[in-house]
């Protein structure tokens, strides 16, 4: 089956959207490996920013 590649095609997709997501590889011990993991901050947006990024973030998901 068709594979997503994260860590470039959905990043960007993201970005345009206007909703920053660092590459789950990032986070590896070698971050040249391919995950289909994506990491979120939390922290920093107020509740209902965290539901429209989250709701973008399904957006570009369908695209594939």
Not at 39 to 57: C, M, Q, V, Y
Request: glycine share 6%; charged share 30%; proline share 3%.
């Amino acid at each position: 089956g068709s594979e997503m590649c994260i860590e470039t095609d959905f990043v960007q997709r993201a970005v345009k959207k206007k909703v920053a997501v660092v590459p789950g590889n990032a986070f590896l011990m070698n971050d040249t490996d391919k995950t289909q993991y994506i990491r979120l901050n939390f922290s920093t947006p107020s509740d209902e920013k965290i539901a429209a990024g989250i709701k973008l973030l399904g957006e570009v998901a369908k695209e594939y």
